[in-house]
């Protein structure tokens, strides 16, 4: 039914591999330098009978520890703790004074409020009304009138 293709044979390619190439390491610039003294030549023979003659070379003297401290570091933590410690509690010490400073001030201020406005409530109902004029009370009436008061 349907016509058979040709089979086709992959078209070969050329491939190109690319692999990095290390760069060399650039030697440090060697400094000639001039040697304090001259070194002595020291000759040593070999169990087979051959004699080599060189320079001595010193051993390579170990860098020095690292000194310790004089006091450990969980010795110095738990000392910086401690005094972080007493600030905190000192600071909630001052905070807690402040605080009861400002309660008693508060308080003071209620009851000067408390005072002015009574002396005002005081003057506003003991004192002459506005519309008396001035009522003059006859002493000897009031007290003949109490005398005789039958209620």
């Not at 000392?79 to 001052?94: H, N, Q």
């Not at 008693?104 to 005072?115: E, N, R, S």
Request: contains cysteine; positive net charge; charged residues 10%.
């Amino acid at each position: 039914m349907f016509p058979e293709h040709p089979r086709h044979v992959p078209a070969e390619r050329a491939v190109e591999v690319h692999h990095p190439t290390p760069i060399p390491p650039i030697p440090a610039p060697l400094v000639p330098m001039q040697p304090s003294t001259v070194p002595t030549v020291a000759s040593i023979v070999l169990p087979n009978g051959q004699i080599v003659t060189g320079y001595a070379i010193e051993p390579a003297k170990p860098e020095p520890l690292a000194a310790k401290p004089a006091v450990s570091r969980t010795a110095v933590n738990v000392a910086l703790g401690g005094i972080g410690f007493a600030a905190v509690c000192g600071g909630l010490l001052v905070l807690t004074t402040f605080i009861a400073a400002m309660a008693a001030l508060i308080h003071q201020l209620i009851i000067l409020a408390a005072v002015i406005f009574g002396g005002w409530i005081a003057v506003q109902v003991l004192g002459p009304r506005p519309g008396d004029g001035g009522t003059v009370v006859n002493i000897r009436k009031a007290i003949f009138k109490r005398n005789h008061f039958h209620g």
